[in-house]
């Protein structure tokens, strides 16, 4: 079975209700394994059987939130070529967090879907549904 990991890190909590609703998205899709998790909590084993990636962090100081840096670095020394990637977040004004996983997991050798899913600070109705489809369609993508 294919297995799509959707991964955050979030300050507020923001980044991480995305990353909620992403997966009920995913898991209305059968035959699709989804693991969701907090960035502090994936292990190497974690994104080496995800066939898919989803990964998500928000904005602070004009960079991606530093919570999301141990599993970067982690990531770096692994092999994730042909691997699915994209990136989501929330964010106030600059936004980096989602064009700098992008070229991260692009650096890494994976195929990115671009641009990402990027949500203005709280996510409303309307961002939870573009969060709920993003999930849907990825998942649904992976069975072809
Ligand atoms: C101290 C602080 C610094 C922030 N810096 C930025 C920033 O530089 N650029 C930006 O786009 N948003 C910035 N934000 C806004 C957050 O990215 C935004 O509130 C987001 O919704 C937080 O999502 P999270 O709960 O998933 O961490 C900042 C917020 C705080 C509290």
Known sequence: MPKLA????SGMG?????????????????????LLKDAYDTSAEDIRDA????????????KLIKAMDPLLKQMKDMDLKGKVGMAFG?????CE?????????????????????????????EGLEKC????RTMAAGMKN
């Open 97 to 125: 967090g989602i064009p700098t996983i992008t070229k991260r997991m692009q650096a890494f050798g994976m195929r990115v879907i671009e641009p990402g899913l990027e949500i203005y600070q709280v996510p409303d109705k």
């Open 51 to 62: 066939d898919a990636i989803m990964l998500g962090g928000s904005t602070y100081n004009y």
């Open 90 to 94: 929330s964010c106030g004004w600059s």
């Open 132 to 135: 709920f489809h993003a999930g």
């Open 14 to 34: 923001r980044t991480k209700k995305m990353a909620e609703t992403i997966a009920e998205g995913a898991k209305t899709v059968d035959g699709v394994e989804v």
């Open 6 to 9: 959707i991964i955050y890190a």
